[in-house]
């Protein structure tokens, strides 16, 4: 059986969530996103909706402990047992050993990294854009600087981490949707990954 363990890894505005979903299609595994899912939890007024509300909307970070706990919830469901698309998990160094720890315990790895390479003037220019959009309440002028800073001083240092593992595949994020998948789907496909035969 193989597996498909993927993470992407990107600022905010590098278009990750979107190319995220594709090649998680593509490969046929779910995405897990802690965004997405501090959102929906956020909207439904869990505890733990209450408990990151403020803090996702200042664009800091969810403390290590809580994050780790959803993404082991999340992982251990049967249908990620094969493999998964990560969006936004690990974001920083500490979370990497924290994954690294579960997956190893499991016997699993990371296949790929993906890492989307987009400057930062375009990288303003999605959000604003997502902001007009969507009405994001963590998309305030303040908390994308913030978030921005947060992803060069905390996440890209993860980066160097897979890499010294050669896992990590940079990808050009400046295209058009098709010609970004097309890209990531044939650095995947170098690795050996396949993808499944609907997509
Ligand atoms: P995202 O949709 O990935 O930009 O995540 C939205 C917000 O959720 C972030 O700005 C953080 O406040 C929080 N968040 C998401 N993933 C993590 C993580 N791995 N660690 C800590 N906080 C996170």
């Known amino acids: 059986m193989t597996s498909t363990r993927l993470l992407i890894v990107g600022p905010q505005g590098s278009g990750k969530g979107t190319q995220g979903i594709r090649i998680a299609d593509t490969f046929g595994v779910p995405v897990v996103s802690t965004g997405d899912i501090f959102r929906a939890n956020i909207k439904e007024g869990t505890d733990l909706g209450l408990q990151v509300k403020a803090i996702t909307d200042a664009g800091d970070l969810v403390p290590d402990e809580v994050t780790f706990a959803i993404v082991k919830d999340r992982l251990e469901q049967p ?11 690990p974001r920083n160094v500490a979370q990497v050993a924290l994954l690294d720890e579960f997956l190893t315990g499991r016997g699993e790895a990371l296949d790929a990294v993906i890492e989307l390479n987009v400057p930062r003037e375009e990288s ?5 854009l997502r902001a007009q959009e969507q009405g994001r309440s963590d998309d305030t002028e303040a908390a994308i600087a913030h978030r921005l800073d947060i992803y060069e001083r905390e996440t890209a240092p993860i980066l160097a981490v897979y890499r010294s593992s050669g896992i990590v595949d940079t990808i050009d994020g400046v295209g058009t949707l098709d010609e970004i998948t097309e890209r990531i789907v044939a650095a995947l496909e170098a690795r050996g990954l396949a993808r499944t035969a609907a997509a």
């Open 79 to 89: 249908d990620a047992a094969e493999g998964f698309l990560l969006d936004g998990f």
């Open 124 to 128: 303003l220019k999605r959000i604003a």
